[in-house]
């Protein structure tokens, strides 16, 4: 199993329903109708406006950022890709489809996606080996603000009106890993929590939502959890992350095994390292010991000589995303 953040994996077309502006070739950048949407979007950041009108996103570059995502996949062991790989930040299928068709031949998947509501148009996605059965996806939002609506010439009275915003919800793959005459349920839940930018409540509202679904998943199937749920250490320690959320329901993988692991993510600003990126497998509820994680097999993925996790430079061609992949074995009896 790997969960993995692809920093923005954008096709190079426009999608009037998301802002994906940043992510257009230079010739569809020139309009004052991109130009306005650029500066209202990132006037406090002198690096992403600049990128929002000026970045060449055109096809020869997405090639590079792909080849270079999928060379952190495909590294992981067997030379064959997980099982089982979770993304995060995914425009659409259809550079999922392009990922997958191009540089992933090999591995055998096939796409699961779901369009969410998120602004940014930044999905989750399932790959997998294994045959899907259906899939779901689980809307998350939570009330934003209220606002008093217009008074009307017939209704004087003034009513207040609920806002909500997106969470991103939780995509959700029934798996069948035993036979076509044993079949076994294998769940795979793909996850991307709000940012740093939001408050610790919003994460929780999608932490609760998850264990939620957990207790309706039936007993004898396996339910695994992945993603990018965006918790720093110090918040996991501060918020009492494990003890609050995990303790009677999940084990995260690296908490098993990653022994010699800093996290997933890091803060140049703050040195400090992070498990930004989590696999979560829950506990065998009739307490069999039917599944588990293989401690030996966990383990961040890297072919980057840097230490750190390199995001992909458009003008060095190098790197491919500020996040390492987390890869662990599941081990089912």
């Known amino acids: 199993m790997v969960a993995y953040n692809t920093e923005n994996l954008f096709d190079t077309e426009d999608d009037p329903k998301i802002k994906d502006e940043t992510y257009l070739p230079l010739e569809l950048k020139k309009n004052e109708a991109h130009k306005k949407a650029c500066k209202s979007q990132n006037a406090r950041y002198a690096s992403r406006m600049w990128d929002c009108l000026f970045l060449d996103w055109n096809q ?3 090639d590079v950022k792909m ?5 952190q996949i495909m590294s992981a062991p067997g030379g064959r890709g997980p099982d089982v790989l979770i993304l995060e930040e995914v425009e659409n299928r259809k550079v999922v489809e392009e990922l997958n068709k191009k540089f992933l031949s090999k591995a055998g998947y096939t796409v699961t996606h779901f369009d969410s509501k998120d602004e940014r148009g930044i999905d989750q996605a399932i790959l997998s080996r294994y045959p899907l059965i259906k899939y779901e996806y689980h809307y998350i939002a939570v009330e934003k603000k209220r606002r ?3 008074k009307s010439k017939k209704n004087k009275k003034t009513t207040e009106v609920a806002k909500t915003k997106d969470l991103r919800g939780i995509l959700h793959a029934h ?4 036979t076509e005459t044993a079949p076994r349920v294998l769940h795979v839940l793909a996850l991307h929590l709000p940012s740093q930018g939001a408050k610790f ?6 932490l609760n939502e998850l264990n939620k679904l957990a207790l309706k998943v039936p007993a004898n199937d396996v339910l695994i959890a992945g993603g990018d749920f965006n918790i720093t250490s110090k918040e996991w320690d501060k918020e009492k992350v494990y003890k609050s959320y995990f303790e009677n329901i999940w084990r995260p993988a690296h908490m098993d ?3 010699d692991c800093k996290g997933t993510y ?3 600003g703050n040195k400090e390292w992070s498990f930004f990126d989590l696999l979560l497998l829950r506990f065998d509820r009739e307490k069999k010991a039917r599944w588990h994680w293989d401690a030996k097999s966990v383990k961040t993925l890297s072919t980057n000589k840097s230490m750190y996790p390199v995001r992909f430079d458009p003008n060095k061609l190098k790197g491919a995303s500020d996040h390492f992949p987390i ?4 081990v089912v009896d």
């Open 67 to 71: 080849k270079n995502l999928s060379e």
């Open 257 to 259: 095994g990653c022994k």
């Open 266 to 268: 890091y803060y140049p």
């Open 201 to 206: 409540n919003e994460r929780a509202v999608v």
């Open 148 to 150: 008093k609506s217009k």
């Open 327 to 330: 890869y662990a074995e599941l």
């Open 60 to 62: 020869s570059l997405l």
């Open 175 to 178: 798996l069948n890993i035993g």
